[in-house]
Structures are given as structure tokens and as C-alpha cells.
């Protein structure tokens, strides 16, 4: 951006003429909510929106300089209303149009209100301040006043020379580059904190004097024969401009492109957890021997079998060798705290890909593998960062958690908030489960492949389809497992098993009910008895129609299916069929002196003409129903059977249940069910006497 520093309009005047066209075209209408009030009467920080924050720190400063020199106070209200503008040119934010007819009114006003003091343009009057500013408050009140004043001091002089470089032109503001990235180093040290003054400059506060804290900060810092990254030799900073590393996190900042906030939030997170988890383990200590106190390596144990109890769940559900490997030569607890830090690091920028734990140990079963080897091959004494992008410090939010998140941001633009079909969209769980299969390494790799059909965006896919683009091969990934159809069916197949015992129940006090006695003592009568057995016969109709809705309703989710899963709906289904045929017939051929179809079935099996045939046939068939009872009445066994990663026990409970990590084994104890079982047992012996002796009694 040019700027006059002879005779002529100044710069600043120029870019408002041009802004305030702009405006004028943007503008259509006055506020209500400023029109009754003098721009000295508000603070324009107070009115910014939401979407215009990034200002706030700009117009803050103009308040706080506004009486030392309004010149400039005018310039950085000029500042923060370029880039407003530059952020919503449309001002189709909410109370943006407002707030820039605002200030715009503000600057016009202040425009002609407002003189130079130190110089003859602006240019030079921002230059001239900006450097007074600096050695009368950084420099000269350095040793006078207290951290949080310097930290506002720092943050003014930061703003100064954004606004120095907004106004003044490239070849005039060089000068003052060095002596800036001096401002923003010194700045770091008077930044705010949440708990601990990590890197505050001065008096060492009381927190920092606990024996714990200083244990746990001392153990973060050790940082022997750790190999450092090697800088971009496209953009190689100078040795003043180098990051300073002080502890393990700082270390797994330059070595995998976390964002710095995010470090120094997780450094205070994994600092005060080790100080709590270790006062409690050490229980009263002396004050004497806790003047020398060290973390106990339990400590560091405890934590990461807390931390990392999922994610080694979850390489044995895969059948995975964990890569929290800790090299043989090491003496020290720097690896451990290393993989507590790297997967907090990941955690802290995860964003809503929080809620898909697997997910994120996928990505950190990668990067644990990237960092052992950094750790175990010291011989170079350095090594190239695993990621890295140019001029930027957010490398890992940009190349693994920015892809993912806009999967789930397509997903659910797909899913108008929640109007669309369930079957088109995928949520969280969809996605998730993804990382429940090996599959995933295969298709995703790492690096994450782009192209992977896991990151197809539906929109344009169906686009490029539409096009009859045949360069897109990749398809969208569907749901897996399960897929929900909205359908009435899904009342039976959801609770099946109630509907189940109450249709069976019902047809069993109608046999009875309709018995020559009436009584329940005539279920003992040998025709009755078998009469009642027929509701074996619609038990297997019911398992015959649960089987077909199971194909039915999870026909969308079919191909994404393993193979195992779709030979087990066919079998279920097979297997329905066979006792639907089964059943009836054995059971034509115990009846004597069949009339009739029933005569023509038991011609047919011949031989076959027992009435045992089908008394077999019913215990064959409630067999599976006698085991799980076992498993039901003996609870702790079956908890084990089901959380089993074993390829043997996977297999023999394939029939019953799909292969699923989450919700496996989620019982109450053995009491409880106890008392819930009774509880139902009382309540369903009520309501079918209710139901005989009232309602079928009547009719």
C-alpha cells in the first residue's frame, strides 16, 4: 500500500475516500441504535460483533492512546475499519452494517477534529509514536511495573505496528521489523495464563512454589538427548527469530506443527495433572523431604494407563501392536511423558473430531509410530519434521484435523438440519465406526490420502456424476453396520422380543381359555399340551419376519458390510426359513388321524410319524435360547465372552451379535439384574392373569 509523505492527501485520506465510496455502496441505511448518541460517549470495543472480533484488540488501543495522542487514536480506528471491511464487504453479518455506519461516522468526525503532533503526515506521526511509545513504556517501565501492566503495554505496542504497517508504506516501515519481532518476543513473557505463570517474567508467584508443581515443571524440562528439528531450508529463520524451546511440549510443537495456544493450554493441563495424581499418591510428606521432591515414576504410569486405556482397547479389538514404545536405552521418563503430551496435543485441536475417539487414535497411532522413530534414531542428532507447511505453525490442525472436520461439516450441511433421510447423511457414528475395522489402514493410510473414498464430499460427487465426469472414481463412503429406515416395522424390529412374548402369550391362554375345562390345569391335558406347542410354530414365523426386515431395512448399509456380516443376514435368513418349514410339519406328523393338509404333510414325511419327532424338534430349536439363559443367569461370564477380543470367542458369539467395539459387555452386576428380573417376573405374572382371567376369560 503506497503512501504521500509530501504535499497532496496522505494515505490515510485516500484509503477513507476509497473506503467511504465503498461504504456508500455497502451502506443503505442508517441506525437507530447509534443516532442518538456522540461517538466520545461509547466504546467502540463494547458495540464490535461477534464476527468482527479480531478489531477488538485495535479499537481497545485507540481508547487507551486516545488522550496521549488522538492523531493516532484516529489512525487505528481507520485501521480496524479497513479490515472490517475487508472480513464482511457485503456487511451481511449480524449488527455489522450498523457498527461500520458507526464508525465510519466516528472517523469522518475525528478526521477533521484531530492534528498532527510530531510530525507533518501521518505516516511519520505513526513512526514518531510508535517508537516514543516503545522506550517510554517497554523499555524505561520495564523494572517499574507489574506483569499484567506490561502485558498491556506489549499488547498496545503490537497493535501500533500492525497499524505503522497498515499506514506506512513497505520501504518506510522496514526499519522498525527488527525491533517489532523484539516487541512480540518480550510480549510472550507478560502473556495471560490460566493457573500457572509458566512464562511469566518477575517475582516467582506462590502456585509456582508448590513441591509438586515444581517437580512436575522440572520433569517436563528435561530435555537430554532429544535430536531437534530441522528448519525449512526454503524459509530459514534467523537465529533471534527461532522459537525458544524450553520443555517437551515445546519440542513436540516444532516437531509436528501444533498451534503455540494450544501447546501452552495442554503444558499447564499435563503439569497439574501430574502435581494432583502425585500429592495423592505421596500422601504427607514432611515439609523437609518434600523440599527436594521428585514425580514418582508410578506417577507417570498411572496417567498413561488412564490416558491411554482406549487406545489400547482398541489395538487389540484390531488385533494392533500398540506404537507406545519406549526405547530400550532410555533411563529416563522423557518417553512416556512424550506420548502423554503428543496425544494431548491432539486432543487439544480436535475440535469436534472429539467425538470420534477412534478416530483420534488412529491419528495417534501414526504419529506415536513417527515419534519413536524421531526418539530411537538420535545417530544424525536431527531430523526433518513430519509436517510442515511453509510460513505456518498450524501444520497438523491444517493437513489431518482441517479434512476430517469438513467430512463432518459436508455430512451435516447434507443433513438440512435433520430433515433428510437418515440413509443419505452420516453422523458421528457412521463416521466412527469406520475406525472400528482394519479397513481403514488400507483405504486412509498415512499420510491421509485425499483421494480416499473415506473424504468424498457427496455434493460433489453427485455433481461430477451429473457431468458424467468419469476422471472421479472414488465413491462416497455409506454407513456401516447400521442404517436408520423411518418405517413403522421398526416398532417390531426394535423391540422384538416384547412383541414376541406377548403374541405367544396371547395365543397360549386362547388354547387354554378355549379347552373343554377352561381352567389352567388343562395345559397338563395331553391335546391341549400339544395345542399349546404350536407357539413354537409362530415363534418361528416371528424370527422369519425379524430375519427379512433385517435385509430390508439394512439394504443401504449392505455394501458397506464385511463379509461376515452379510453371510450372517443370509444364514439368519436361511436358517428362519428351514425352521419355518421344519416346525409345521413335525408337528403335522404328531397329530393322530390328520384330516385334510395336515393329512397330506404327514403322508409325506411317512416314516417320520411320532409324536417325538417334533418335541426334538422343538428342544433343537430352543437351544440357543437355553445357552443364553445360562449366559443371562450367570452374568460375569458372558461380561467376559462379549469384551473377548479372542478370534475363538469372536467367532462362537458371531450368530448372536455383530462385531462391535462400543457397548460391549455393558451389564449391571449380578444383584441388581437380580432384582430387575424379579421385579418384571412379578409384573408379567399380574398382567397375564389380568388378561386370562379378565379379557380372554370373557370373550
Known amino acids: 500500500m503506497s503512501m504521500s509523505s509530501g504535499g497532496g492527501p496522505s494515505g490515510p485520506q485516500r484509503q477513507r475516500s476509497m473506503g467511504q465510496r465503498n461504504m456508500s455502496r455497502a451502506i443503505t441505511m442508517r441506525t437507530d441504535g447509534f443516532s442518538g448518541e456522540e461517538p466520545g460517549d461509547i466504546i467502540e470495543s463494547e458495540l464490535v460483533p461477534s464476527s468482527l472480533a479480531p478489531i477488538v484488540p485495535i479499537l481497545r488501543a485507540a481508547n487507551e492512546i486516545e488522550e496521549e495522542n488522538p492523531r493516532v487514536a484516529y489512525l487505528c480506528r481507520f485501521t480496524a475499519f479497513e ?21 465510519l461516522h466516528r472517523l469522518e468526525k475525528d478526521e477533521q477534529e484531530t492534528k498532527r503532533r510530531l510530525a507533518s503526515t501521518d505516516a511519520k506521526e505513526i513512526q514518531r509514536f510508535y517508537e516514543q511509545y516503545c522506550r517510554k513504556n517497554l523499555e524505561e517501565g520495564l523494572n517499574m511495573r ?20 497498515t499506514v506506512t508504506p513497505e520501504k518506510s516501515h522496514s526499519e522498525f521489523d527488527q525491533y517489532a519481532k523484539g516487541v512480540e ?51 530459514v529463520p534467523e537465529e533471534t527469530d527461532r522459537p525458544i524451546v524450553r520443555d517437551l511440549l515445546d519440542w513436540l510443537w516444532q516437531t ?73 536405552d532410555a533411563s ?105 475395522s482394519k479397513k481403514c489402514f488400507k483405504q486412509l493410510g498415512w499420510p491421509m490420502d485425499p483421494a480416499s ?80 406347542m404350536t407357539i413354537f410354530i409362530t415363534a418361528a414365523f416371528l424370527n422369519f419376519l425379524q430375519a427379512t426386515l433385517e435385509i430390508i431395512l439394512n439394504w443401504k448399509a449392505w455394501r458397506s458390510l464385511v463379509c461376515s456380516q452379510m453371510i450372517r443376514h443370509v444364514l439368519k435368513f436361511v436358517v428362519a426359513i428351514g425352521w419355518l418349514i421344519i416346525l409345521p410339519v413335525t408337528y403335522a406328523s404328531s397329530i393322530q388321524n390328520p384330516t385334510g393338509l395336515i393329512k397330506f404333510f404327514s403322508n409325506w414325511i411317512g416314516k417320520f410319524q411320532s409324536q417325538s419327532i417334533y418335541n426334538f424338534a422343538v428342544a433343537l430349536y430352543m437351544l440357543p435360547n437355553i445357552f443364553s439363559a445360562l449366559f443371562f443367569i450367570f452374568l460375569p461370564i458372558r461380561r467376559a465372552l462379549e469384551r473377548s477380543n479372542s478370534r475363538i470367542v469372536r467367532f462362537l458369539l458371531w450368530w448372536t451379535q455383530p462385531k462391535l467395539y462400543v457397548a460391549r459387555g455393558m451389564y449391571e452386576d449380578t444383584c441388581s439384574l437380580l432384582k430387575y428380573t424379579t421385579f418384571w417376573i412379578l409384573l408379567l405374572i399380574c398382567k397375564l392373569s389380568f388378561s386370562y382371567y379378565v379379557e380372554v376369560g370373557i370373550i
Open 185 to 235: 518476543k518480550e510480549k510472550a513473557s507478560f502473556s495471560h495464563y490460566n493457573i500457572l505463570p509458566l512464562n511469566i517474567s518477575g517475582p516467582t508467584q506462590p502456585v509456582m512454589e508448590i513441591p509438586e508443581i515444581k517437580a512436575a515443571v522440572d520433569l517436563l524440562r528435561g530435555m537430554e538427548s532429544l535430536p531437534t528439528p530441522r528448519p525449512d531450508m526454503n524459509t
Open 256 to 328: 509436528f506443527g501444533f498451534q503455540k495456544g494450544n501447546v501452552e493450554n495442554q503444558k499447564e493441563h499435563l503439569i497439574l495433572l501430574l502435581a494432583n495424581i502425585d500429592m495423592r499418591e505421596s500422601g504427607s510428606v514432611d515439609q523437609g523431604r518434600r523440599q527436594n521432591h521428585v514425580i514418582h515414576s508410578n506417577t507417570v504410569k498411572h496417567l498413561m494407563n488412564k490416558v491411554f486405556q482406549n487406545y489400547i482397547s482398541w489395538c487389540r479389538y484390531l488385533h494392533l501392536e500398540s506404537n507406545i514404545k519406549v526405547p530400550t
Open 146 to 165: 507489574k506483569p499484567d501492566e506490561m502485558a498491556r503495554y506489549y499488547q498496545i505496542a503490537s497493535v501500533l505496528y500492525d497499524v505503522l504497517k
Open 453 to 532: 473414498d473415506f473424504f468424498g464430499d457427496p455434493t460433489k460427487i453427485k455433481d461430477d456424476i451429473e457431468r458424467h465426469d468419469r476422471s472421479i472414481s472414488r465413491r462416497r463412503m455409506s454407513k456401516t453396520n447400521f442404517v436408520e429406515v423411518r418405517t413403522f416395522f421398526n416398532l417390531f424390529r426394535s423391540f422384538d422380543r416384547m412383541w414376541a412374548f406377548f403374541i405367544l402369550a396371547l395365543q397360549a391362554m386362547i388354547i387354554i381359555a378355549w379347552s373343554p375345562s377352561g381352567s389352567l390345569s388343562a395345559i397338563f391335558d395331553p391335546t391341549v399340551f400339544r395345542n399349546v
Open 332 to 436: 529416563t521418563q522423557q518417553p512416556e511423558l512424550l506420548y502423554i503430551g503428543l496425544y494431548f496435543l491432539i486432543w487439544g485441536e480436535a475440535s469436534n473430531v472429539r467425538f470420534m475417539p477412534e478416530c483420534l487414535c488412529y491419528i495417534f497411532h501414526h504419529m506415536a509410530r513417527d515419534l519413536y522413530d524421531i526418539i530411537s534414531d538420535r545417530r544424525e542428532g536431527s531430523f526433518d519434521p513430519p509436517f510442515r507447511r511453509e510460513g505456518s505453525d498450524d501444520a497438523f490442525l491444517q493437513l489431518v484435523i482441517q479434512p476430517i472436520y469438513s467430512v463432518i461439516h459436508n455430512e451435516a450441511m447434507m443433513s438440512k438440519k435433520g430433515t433428510v433421510s437418515h440413509s443419505k447423511w452420516r453422523n458421528y457414528d457412521d463416521l466412527n465406526e469406520y475406525f472400528w
Open 83 to 103: 479490515k472490517a471491511h475487508t472480513m464482511d464487504p457485503n456487511s451481511s453479518g449480524r449488527g455489522v452494517r450498523q457498527f461500520k455506519t458507526y464508525l
